[in-house]
Structure formats: structure tokens, C-alpha cells
């Protein structure tokens, strides 16, 4: 039913320690029978609410590095720059975007107009 891939809901954590207190068990006994760990059961008990947020800074990617290798290679392509820095495309993405840079290269590209009605009318 519940994956260990993903944060329990709310409402399983809320049910878990509900039985929990109803029938007397200890931590061990409810993560046996609920097949969790016990050490998560004692941080839902503190806090039951999941973290949806992350609170580490980017540690593998150095931003002036970046900044360096974007002033350095303006035109170069986001794969391009994460094999010369070592880490995934997707990396680079993330810090580009932490960066304020926009992954658009010409600013002064032609705004995408609508067809006219006439020409598909036809």
C-alpha cells in the first residue's frame, strides 16, 4: 500500500500513532506491525507534519564557477557545461536557474504570433 520510496501521508501518520496510543504499544511493537521504522515513528511523534522542503544549499556546483564558465562560454549548451564542470545537465540547469540566468541565448528573438483565420480557413 504505502511505498519506503516516498514521505507517508498525513493520515497514515496520524492513524499509526493513533493505534499506537489506543492500545498501549511501544515504538517497536507499532513499527512492527505497521512495517515502518521506529526511529521514524519517534520523529512523527515530535513532528507529524512531512517536510516538504529542503533546506540545504547546492554543494556540488560552485556559482562563481559558474558564473565564470558562463562568462567564458556564453553560447555553450547546459550538457556542454556539465561535462566541463563534472556534474549532470540537470545540475546545471538547477544552479543556472539559483543564478538568475535565463536558459534563452537570443533576447531579441521574434515574439510566436497566431495564425491569421484566413490562412487555415481554407
Known sequence: MY???MTYPLKFRQHVLAIKKKEALTYAETADRFGVGSASLMRWAK?????LTRNKPATKINRAALILDV??????SQHERAQRMGVSARGIC???KRAGFSYKKNILS???RRPSSKRFSD
Request: aromatic content about 4%; overall charge negative.
Open 3 to 5: 511505498t519506503n520510496l
Open 47 to 51: 513532528r507529524l507534519e512531512p517536510c
Open 71 to 76: 562568462e567564458t562560454y556564453p553560447d555553450a
Open 94 to 96: 538547477d544552479a543556472l
Open 110 to 112: 521574434p515574439q510566436s
